[in-house]
């Protein structure tokens, strides 16, 4: 295991540790009571319920919207069309507007005008006194559609003869090319030279808790109170600039939230309605999703296509890679649009020492749902692709597929990597690691060589058992900076603000964490406040597994400023010299003794405002700080799976299943495994069970968990996780990397690995999910050893 | 007029001005249009009701409180006795603690336990989901009581055979003493003494606004949000502390106020069984105070006897003071005591050249309603007694009323006149102005000559009319310091969040004048947010006239702050040096031309947090700032009245009212003259109508608007106001002293004089309110010129 590097510099040797410690998690108690507030759980006295009227057809002009039996029907006090808000949902501003203007050609518009371009896009929405009577007249507005050719598939989609989204525009809205080395010349020499074809489904994170948002208007401020599960401070910024209001006058705050995976990010044009009309209505308005809402109306991912080929050496080394890719985003630009699409062809050399690579990413409209950045987004597609191409050229170049991947790896002989490719804006580079030295590691630890052999055993007895390999290279802690404060309060209790959110990953309990072992405080007695644009006035979020990084970055700061500030108070307080002071379980003390001595709660209480003011200092004992990083860091991984599947009925069981990460430095390995399990069920739906299916007519077809198939915890396999700690990222203070969505990341390819490695009938996985009928069709012709 | 001492250091010539204009209310748009939010405005889904049971007893023994029937009641969820809440309201601390430590002994305990002490005194809740049948179930609550003496005159309270309220305690539970020169020789060598006794009924600020709190619980973290018409940070900080709460877990909002006045100030009992029942039922708890509750459970106010004497050389010159104060505050020691004893015993010399001085005041327990600060304690009580005998002193001297004042007020030549006395814990020192001279300019301005000439001219005719003055001198600005930040929006509106609250006296207004000049911005653009212990973490408040001198001069600091940092981020925008920009019409230009510039609002856009932190700047336009400030300011001025008293039925017109006062710097001459009229108001009431009556037995008679009268719109008259700014106290950059007490202070002595002026019976008014009685039986039997 690693050294602790410079994480708690000024701390002795008989220091409390909570960094690296499976600390219990902050967040449980209030969500395991029953306590935690989720946004269906604000009521606000006097609330009226929206409803929203969506689009049944996926491409057609809209005539006509008749709300006059909806305005009429009982309880309702509001029916709002495109006719009232004339709006477009805004983008966050994340440097991409100046590279792709047209990308606002694109944007969604909060309520349908003229045309509908997908099954589910709002079309009005009716505001009533309970949700039932919302719902009922809903059903009372009248949409004339004249119908057009839906748009469906993006290689399709970029034809000739394809439909036009939007007149006068390419259905492809934005092209990114990426490229470094001379790829020609590499295929020119290849010794060997692999393809293929290669297919992620649409599906997506699909939340415990749908959407909602709940809006207070304070009608003699004019200002507007908002609730939801949402990223507080962009949505603050841009729903107050759809509005008209100033930011001050639009207080965000971030609920409990079911889950968030990336897709509860953004604006959504449901929020803008919402408080658009609780701003003229003067009383609060509640919206809660439905389930068969939130698979239509809230955000989809993953659909891509790969047409990937690489070139090899003799020896199998990789000499170049190239990829084109048709990123099927649905009907409008939306969230986090066109990073994804940035991400995906940057990281698709991923893991390995690629020369020279050639990437192309169409970003492309249809008739669907459009796209979010879904846990891992770009990574999973690119990996499962990238993964199945080397899979490919194992058998091709008769070398064993961990042993193409090793020689390909980049390793520490490597750093530093920076093939010249910027990634987000920022040069692609690989600081830290050795990722050939991890799968080796990987391997040992969870007896890969046992794997083979009982998979060897089995098949021998017949059964239709295989293992697959994935290995994965994420990026994370994008996003320049983030805020934090400390503040001690005369009780003892210690209060942190962070910009970051609780979105499930557990950063209230990593925050105490770090804030309690800077202060030799126990975590238990540290509150951890986010996601209200009032208490933290300024923070960037938790997305892009980024949290960790950079808020604990901040609070870490704030700490050791608190402490600062706690030691010169003391000093006064105590006559003494600063430098004579130490921190020692909370108290700074006079070094060498034990009982010239002060609390921080006693230092604190001592600093009240009318003191501390004729004292000439600031009152209270904290801190604040911003914590600046503009370097993403990049952990990497192994993902092994072993499948058994049955010949009669296609089903399958996942029999193994290991993934691991390198962490530089996990600050809780309890709650990193949590998110690398949780990660890795569900890359196991995006593997084999999830994908939201369309009819030609562009008629979605799962819209329930009928249709739209998880895995449950009878389909979940116990996972094993394995994680080395030897490459701490120099980037941060602890050289921790973000692990929020490793766990997800080579599922994809490993599993389909593993099917092809079962069943070896020369047939080829090449897209995910992977459907029970494929299984069932490639089973039950499978070649079986001893079979009857 | 004046000249504007450094209000606007850095502006120029052209600049536009507001500080000092009558800039129309910020507040008033909500007020007027329905949309302020008081306290009974917030309802929260799902909310209890609290009703109070109150002691029916002036003094007993309490045997035992049967809740038996109150928790069968219907919708009951909670019935609260002393036995749950085992607490003593905590008092402000604002230095006496350390002086009387007594003090302690003599707090008001949240519920009765073993004794009540007056009617009214809350001895159980009831906690129910509706207020009727809370109320209902209160009257169930069955309190057996064992009836003692009880105690109700301040002098007699102190006699051997009173009982104690307190066992094994005095009834006296602090004296304040304060002296200075050389009393005894100054009287043994006197020409003249004079002396009286002087009474000041119990009376007090009725606002049109009950008291209520609502208190909003949130489970999942264990804290308490609760809005009420108060104190901000001194309730978040003394209820938390009783309720255990960690500070920051205590959020405290002030709503609309329909009138504070002092008397809403500190923490009452109610509020902390409101906060407490939230917390253990886990919902919404609200209370709101009834008028019969407010009439004998918020706060009395003034009952006081003075035993004063002076001593006058032959020229009618004073040589020194003396007084003997019984202060009556009541059952126990509670909000802003001793504080205002301290002040009483230390303004009774007030605006005079008085050489030598010696006060005693006696805090004196009965069994009456605990009394608060209202608006201009002890000012309005020592004034009068102390003008009243100047009014005896010119009579028994043979000099006019006028002239022996003007013979002893402080004038240029006594500055600074420092005698050597604290007041709350601060040297007394007049140090800006002549009150001589003021006087004069009062009596010119008014015109006096001719009311002295037009009440001979009527008494002539058998009328009875009289004039009568009074001097005045406040203490204003008390109170270190205030808190204040200037936010710019990119919207360009601006956000000034301020420690002080709105509490009827037109802060917002004022806030936005000051940040509105410096910024050259109008004032409509600008936000005042204030009264929020989140959005406003640290702040002093508004009582003691001091939220336009300390919140202003903070605001002030903070404009001024947010202007170098416009000029430095405009200077590279506009590639300028900050030398060569000014500020014009709230746009920063470089100088000389008109083209090149920026509006604050563009630069406040351009640094939102991405783009600053990568310039690495700190985001937004704005800035925080502390205002300290450690010397009160002490307005003064002259009240003139004259009255004509109605021989047979004894009903009075009050036919001229003047009240004037140095204002050293009017920040909005409009909100100022309103501030003075509405305390002229509440001094007419004082003096003539409003008291609260008890019997033999310690029950109150005035529990309604029936027996407690109010002057009404009928009974105030047309308020002559005037002002001079001649003497800008040299403490703040406005120059400006508080002026929201003055028009209060002298109103009881100057009606007096008047009356005994009009009536010329040889009798004396030594007592306000003057009842209705005194006033007829007077007379009906006055001497009367050519009376029929």
Same mark, same amino acid.
């Given at each position: 295991m690693s050294s602790t590097p410079g994480s708690s510099g000024g701390l002795g040797a008989s220091a409390k540790r909570y960094v690296g410690q499976s600390v219990r998690r902050r967040e449980d108690p209030r969500l395991l009571r029953g306590d935690a507030s989720f946004v269906d759980d604000v009521d606000l006295h006097g609330q009226l319920y929206m409803s929203v009227v969506r689009s049944t057809e996926a491409h057609a002009r809209l005539r006509a919207v008749d709300t006059s039996a909806a305005r009429r029907a009982q309880g309702v006090r509001m029916v709002i069309t495109g006719d009232d808000i004339d709006a477009l949902v805004p983008l966050e501003q994340i440097g991409y507007h100046e590279v792709y203007p047209q990308i606002d050609d694109y944007l969604h518009p909060v309520l349908a005008r003229d045309k509908v371009r997908y099954v589910g896009q709002p079309v009005a929405a009716v505001i009533a006194d309970t949700p039932y009577r919302a719902e009922d007249a809903a059903g009372l507005v009248e949409c004339d559609y004249d119908l057009l050719p839906p748009v469906l598939d993006p290689q399709q989609a970029m034809s000739d003869d394809a439909a036009l989204l939007f007149e006068g525009q390419s259905n492809e809205s934005v092209r990114i090319v990426k490229s470094y080395g001379d790829v020609e010349s590499a295929f020119a020499d290849a010794a060997h030279v692999v393809s293929g074809r290669y297919v992620v489904g649409r599906h997506s994170g699909v939340p415990m808790e749908t959407r909602g948002c709940v809006a207070d208007p304070?009608?003699?401020r004019k200002q507007l109170f908002m609730w939801g599960p949402v990223h507080t401070h962009d949505c603050q910024r841009l729903i107050a600039e759809v509005l008209g209001l100033p930011l001050g006058d639009l207080r965000m705050k971030h609920t409990d939230i079911g889950g968030s995976f990336g897709v509860k990010g953004g604006v959504f044009p449901e929020y803008i309605i919402v408080g658009w009309a609780a701003l003229r209505l003067g009383v609060p308005v509640k919206w809660t999703e439905d389930r068969l809402e939130h698979m239509v109306a809230t955000a989809h991912a993953r659909e891509q296509v790969h047409e990937m080929s690489a070139a090899f050496d003799?020896?199998?080394?990789?000499l170049a890679l190239r990829d084109e890719i048709w990123h099927n985003h649905g009907a409008y630009m939306r969230q986090a649009e066109p990073l994804v699409s940035d991400i995906t062809v940057g990281m698709v050399p991923g893991p390995y020492r690629v020369p020279a690579y050639d990437g192309v990413l169409h970003v492309v409209h249809s008739n669907k749902t459009p796209l979010s950045a879904y846990r891992a987004p770009g990574r999973y597609e690119g990996t499962f692709a990238?993964?199945?191409?080397? @899979?490919? #050229?194992?058998? &091709?170049? /008769?070398?064993?597929?961990? *042993?193409?991947?090793?020689?390909? $790896?980049?390793?520490?002989?490597?750093?530093?990597?920076?093939?010249?490719?910027?990634?987000c804006f920022e040069p692609y580079h690989f600081d830290s690691g050795d990722v050939?030295?991890?799968? @080796?590691? #990987?391997?040992? &630890?969870? /007896?890969?060589?046992?794997? *083979?052999?009982?998979?060897?055993? $089995?098949?021998e007895q017949g059964r239709l058992v295989g293992n697959g390999i994935g290995i994965l290279m994420d990026k994370a802690g994008l996003g320049l900076y983030e805020t934090g404060a400390v503040d001690v309060d005369a009780s003892g209790r210690i209060r942190v603000r962070t910009g970051a959110s609780s979105v499930g990953q557990g950063i209230e309990t990593v925050l105490a964490q770090i804030v309690g072992e800077e202060l030799q405080v126990d975590p238990e007695m540290i509150d951890v406040i986010h996601g209200d644009s009032e208490l933290v006035p300024e923070g960037v979020g938790s997305w892009s597994s980024r949290s960790t990084v950079l808020a604990g970055g901040a609070a870490r700061q704030a700490a050791l400023d608190t402490l600062v500030k706690a030691k010169r108070l003391a000093a006064d307080m105590l006559e003494a010299n600063v430098e004579d002071l130490v921190l020692e379980d909370g108290r700074i003390l006079?070094?060498?003794?034990?009982?010239?001595?002060?609390?921080?709660?006693?230092?604190?209480?001592?600093?009240?405002?009318?003191?501390?003011?004729?004292?000439?200092?600031?009152?209270?004992?904290?801190?604040?700080?911003?914590?600046?990083?503009?370097?993403?860091?990049?952990?990497?991984?192994?993902?092994?799976?072993?499948?058994?599947?049955?010949?009669?009925?296609?089903?399958h069981i996942l029999r193994r299943f290991m993934t691991s990460t390198e962490a530089g430095r996990a600050i809780n390995p309890m709650t990193t495994r949590g998110q690398v399990v949780g990660a890795a069920a569900q890359g196991i739906g995006g593997a084999l069970y999830e994908e939201f299916v369309y009819d030609d007519a562009g008629q979605p077809l799962a819209t329930s968990f009928l249709d739209y198939l998880l895995p449950t915890s009878q389909d979940v396999p116990d996972v094993e996780f394995f994680m080395t700690e030897d490459a701490p990222t120099p980037n941060n203070p602890f050289g921790a990397k973000g692990l929020g969505e490793v766990g997800l990341i080579a599922v994809g390819?490993?599993?389909?690995?593993?099917?092809?490695?079962?069943?070896?009938?020369?047939?080829?996985?090449?897209?995910?999910?992977?459907?029970?009928?494929t299984l069932w069709s490639r089973a039950s012709k499978a070649p079986r050893n001893g079979a009857v």
């Open positions: 304070d009608r003699g003799a020896d199998g080394r990789i990238r993964e199945r191409l080397f @899979d490919e #050229a194992a058998e &091709a170049l /008769g070398i064993s597929r961990v *042993e193409i991947r090793r020689r390909n $790896l980049l390793a520490e002989s490597d750093l530093p990597f920076m093939p010249g490719m910027d990634i050939a030295d991890h799968l @080796d590691k #990987a391997l040992v &630890a969870t /007896g890969y060589a046992a794997w *083979e052999e009982e998979a060897a055993e $089995l098949r006079v070094a060498g003794t034990s009982d010239r001595g002060l609390s921080l709660a006693e230092i604190a209480g001592r600093w009240d405002g009318w003191s501390a003011r004729l004292a000439g200092d600031e009152p209270g004992l904290g801190a604040e700080s911003v914590y600046l990083d503009n370097h993403m860091n990049y952990p990497y991984g192994v993902t092994l799976v072993q499948i058994e599947i049955d010949p009669t009925t296609g089903d390819a490993a599993v389909a690995g593993a099917i092809d490695d079962a069943l070896r009938d020369g047939a080829r996985i090449t897209k995910v999910p992977v459907t029970p009928e």
